[in-house]
């Protein structure tokens, strides 16, 4: 059995494969290889690379291995008419995720932008203004996996967590739920809006210059979900006219934003460029998926992590 | 009755104490103020002002609330002969310090310094070889009521947490307790070695030269205690060689730093003008223990909070 690999993995982890699997094929091509895709029964991809032609080239493909969260590029139609499993990762960026936004919070409650200016100053100074997470209330827009993990790690921190989502319904780790409807009505007393809101039609534009009218002067934004939640040049003039604290912004309208872009310049602002998810645990944690359906695969059992719907499409 | 404050509130807080205790003549001199002095039942001090000099002029004085934790400049014995009543408020810095400690790890593992430096740059990069905090082993010397806090948000992020004392006897939120004598075992296990220690005869030098050779090359130390835990030159050294990954230092030998001082300029250093306990919370939180205690003192309630054993000085 054909096990094609689409993208680089290290050495070691290669390695580890292969004695945990000695009677299969692995090609770690690091790309799609043509050759190869002809015979692989098995592919693991960041599924960007996979188009209807190349389905098609794969004539004994009976599985996609996703190792992404997004399924937006592949090309669900064919898969489905094939009736080829298509697994992916969902869930693994959840801890590097809430560990950012934690980050984030966190530098900006004790002052880490102001010490590591002074520090580069060469300047011994206590005028920092550090206040405290505990105790602030705080809005998650998009409590699923991801946004539950984050209200957990906020509710340690002694934080008040407002889940809101489309219907209001429970949600773990809230201490509050709303519907998008509700939101106006709780902005104002929000010290913490964070979206990881997906981009559908019902959350683009989602946030407009009103939200924005309506939180604490000292609020901070954090969209960690999808750069069309809101209008750039509405938190633009959310941000100059000084409506909110702060925003942290980890995606964009365009990215990767422009070397000249508004958003690097401004003292208010905290460009991410995109990178909350990443970490050196992306990848074993992707193959720790992949190891533990390839062996349900092998003993023909069809219980596997993370299948995707075809029809759906998550 | 006249109460002495001899620092500076806000007027909001002046105002608050007012009403809720009429009868009582606040004197908010903001110093040592030696007419009011004389007159004082009670003072609330930083606990800097006071010498054997002012106790003795102090003819009315039954209570000294100081606003702090340290007492090392409190004329103790003087106290103790005239019987006066100290407290003080053991336990207000848990939370920002805390939260500092882990502002500075999730800053780091999430590559917050890299994040700010291409923004400065106008650069979009993702080259930052983040990690996570889930996963990794702490060892926190002095797990007393901020260490333990400490390790409670390490253990809510996934953390395995060693604490380290004297006696090596279980403390909260610890999940493996070791003595100061088998430091030096556990060490090579550690991601993150922080220290919360007070400067005794014991603490002093504690770490050695020898205990950074354990630690493991990309470990972070936190000396959020006190300077004199080790040596200053055996951590540059240390740093030098890059025998640890980073240090985030709040405290040291001689503070301020000189802006000449090499640290400043190391770039697997944070330097922490010693503000991690500092918070905008800090007032309020201390005039909520003083409030407390007033009102058990006017009611003659002898329990209140935070007393001191002047024999012991804690």
């Given at each position: 059995m054909v096990v094609l690999f689409t993208f680089k993995i290290k050495e070691e982890h290669e390695r580890q494969l292969r004695?945990?699997?000695?009677?299969?094929?692995?090609?770690f091509a690091g790309k799609l290889d043509v050759d190869v895709l002809t015979e692989a029964e098995i592919i693991v991809t960041y599924g960007e690379d996979l188009?209807?032609?190349?389905?098609?080239?794969?004539?004994?493909?009976?599985?996609?291995?996703?190792?992404?969260?997004?399924?937006?590029?592949m090309p669900l139609r064919k898969l489905e008419e094939r009736k080829i499993l298509v697994t992916n990762v969902r869930g693994i960026h959840k801890t590097p995720m809430a560990e950012s936004v934690l980050a984030h919070i966190?530098?900006?409650?004790?002052?880490?932008?102001?010490?590591?200016?002074?520090?580069?100053?060469?300047?011994?100074?206590?005028?920092?203004?550090?206040?405290?997470?505990?105790?602030?209330?705080?809005i998650i827009l998009g409590p699923g996996a991801i946004g539950s993990e984050i209200g957990r790690l906020l509710q340690a921190f002694g934080v008040f967590t407002i889940g809101c989502n489309r219907s209001g319904r429970l949600s773990e780790h809230m201490n509050e739920m709303i519907s998008f409807e509700k939101l106006i009505t709780r902005l104002p007393d929000a010290d913490i809006i964070i979206s990881v809101l997906p981009s559908t039609p019902e959350t683009k534009g989602l946030l407009t210059a009103v939200h924005f009218d309506d939180m604490k002067d000292d609020a901070i934004f954090m969209n960690f979900g999808r750069g069309d939640l809101v209008d750039e040049q509405v938190l633009i003039d959310a941000l100059d006219q000084q409506k909110i604290g702060h925003a942290v912004l980890d995606v964009?309208?365009?990215?990767?934003?422009?070397?000249?872009?508004?958003?690097?310049?401004?003292?208010?602002?905290?460009?991410?460029?995109?990178?909350s998810s990443h970490s050196s645990e992306y990848i074993p944690r992707s193959l720790q998926v992949f190891t533990y359906n390839l062996r349900k695969w092998l003993n023909g059992e069809e219980d596997v992590q993370n299948k995707i719907d075809l029809k759906r499409g998550y």
């Amino acid at each position: 059995m054909v096990v094609l690999f689409t993208f680089k993995i290290k050495e070691e982890h290669e390695r580890q494969l292969r004695e945990e699997f000695p009677d299969i094929a692995f090609r770690f091509a690091g790309k799609l290889d043509v050759d190869v895709l002809t015979e692989a029964e098995i592919i693991v991809t960041y599924g960007e690379d996979l188009s209807e032609n190349e389905i098609e080239q794969a004539k004994n493909l009976k599985w996609v291995m996703v190792a992404s969260a997004g399924l937006e590029k592949m090309p669900l139609r064919k898969l489905e008419e094939r009736k080829i499993l298509v697994t992916n990762v969902r869930g693994i960026h959840k801890t590097p995720m809430a560990e950012s936004v934690l980050a984030h919070i966190l530098s900006l409650k004790r002052s880490l932008p102001k010490i590591y200016e002074f520090q580069r100053e060469g300047e011994w100074s206590k005028k920092l203004g550090s206040s405290e997470l505990k105790g602030s209330t705080a809005i998650i827009l998009g409590p699923g996996a991801i946004g539950s993990e984050i209200g957990r790690l906020l509710q340690a921190f002694g934080v008040f967590t407002i889940g809101c989502n489309r219907s209001g319904r429970l949600s773990e780790h809230m201490n509050e739920m709303i519907s998008f409807e509700k939101l106006i009505t709780r902005l104002p007393d929000a010290d913490i809006i964070i979206s990881v809101l997906p981009s559908t039609p019902e959350t683009k534009g989602l946030l407009t210059a009103v939200h924005f009218d309506d939180m604490k002067d000292d609020a901070i934004f954090m969209n960690f979900g999808r750069g069309d939640l809101v209008d750039e040049q509405v938190l633009i003039d959310a941000l100059d006219q000084q409506k909110i604290g702060h925003a942290v912004l980890d995606v964009f309208e365009k990215e990767p934003l422009t070397s000249d872009h508004p958003f690097y310049r401004m003292a208010n602002v905290t460009v991410s460029p995109h990178v909350s998810s990443h970490s050196s645990e992306y990848i074993p944690r992707s193959l720790q998926v992949f190891t533990y359906n390839l062996r349900k695969w092998l003993n023909g059992e069809e219980d596997v992590q993370n299948k995707i719907d075809l029809k759906r499409g998550y």
